[in-house]
């Protein structure tokens, strides 16, 4: 099946800092989805983004399909942007094998 | 209104016990997910509904037994829990690849 991998497994920023958070996948996908889950256990969708790049306030991020991996960019960190970042693939879009990364957790402090 | 809701928040049960986790959503989606996750670790699949038919079990104990009673609804239900089952449950639904997932049940077995 497919591995995924993401990239540092933990980081602490001071409140204004910049960071990147990386995902490498083991095949190619049809299917990249990036989430935060916040302290309280809520998982929310970021970005879905097979290829290319997208943007949402603060947070970008870019999937370069052909080299077998994603970027999640945060600027101007907030304490709200604590928690977890998963990364997740999938071969194509219909359920099976949505593979979730070990996760990078982000701590934020004022 | 892109929300999946689950009940109840948090659940503490004996081992005798039986309950129910319910999730709902109204966005129409055909294909729902249950999601158990332990601390400090990635979602796991659980079971996968598409059009209201059990598509996928991941080798799940028969002490959890899901039910989808309408295109909206699915339910998780639970009898002789082990401690070691006490964990975050998770409800997802998804459309054209975008998953969603409700706030989460935290479940306490004792």
């Known amino acids: 099946g497919i591995q995924v991998e993401q990239s540092p497994p933990d980081l602490i920023l001071q409140e204004g800092a910049n960071s990147t958070l990386r995902c490498n996948f083991s095949?190619?996908?049809?299917?990249l989805q990036w989430f935060h889950q916040n302290p309280w256990g809520q998982l929310i969708n970021l970005f879905y983004?097979?290829?290319g790049t997208k943007q949402n306030g603060r947070l970008s991020a870019t999937t370069v399909a052909t080299e077998r991996y994603s970027l999640l960019y945060i600027s101007s960190s907030q304490t709200t942007d604590s928690g977890v970042y998963f990364c997740?693939?999938?071969?194509?879009?219909?359920?099976?094998?949505?593979?979730f990364g070990p996760g990078t957790r982000l701590s934020v402090l004022p | 209104d892109t929300e999946v809701t689950q009940t109840p928040k948090h659940l503490v049960m004996g081992m005798t016990n039986k309950k129910s986790l319910k999730c709902e959503q109204h966005m129409g989606h055909r294909a729902m997910y249950w999601y158990k996750q332990k601390a400090k670790k990635p979602p796991e699949l659980m079971f996968v509904y598409s059009y209201e038919k059990l598509s996928i079990n991941e080798s799940v104990p028969s002490r959890f037994s899901p039910e989808c009673p309408n295109s909206s609804l699915l339910n998780l239900h639970l009898h002789a829990l082990q401690p070691e089952d006490s964990a975050l449950y998770l409800c997802a639904s998804s459309q054209a690849g975008k998953r969603y997932f409700g706030p989460g049940t935290r479940l306490t077995v004792l």
């Open positions: 983004i097979p290829s």
């Open positions: 095949d190619s996908v049809n299917n």
């Open positions: 997740a693939v999938a071969i194509n879009n219909y359920g099976q094998n949505f593979v």
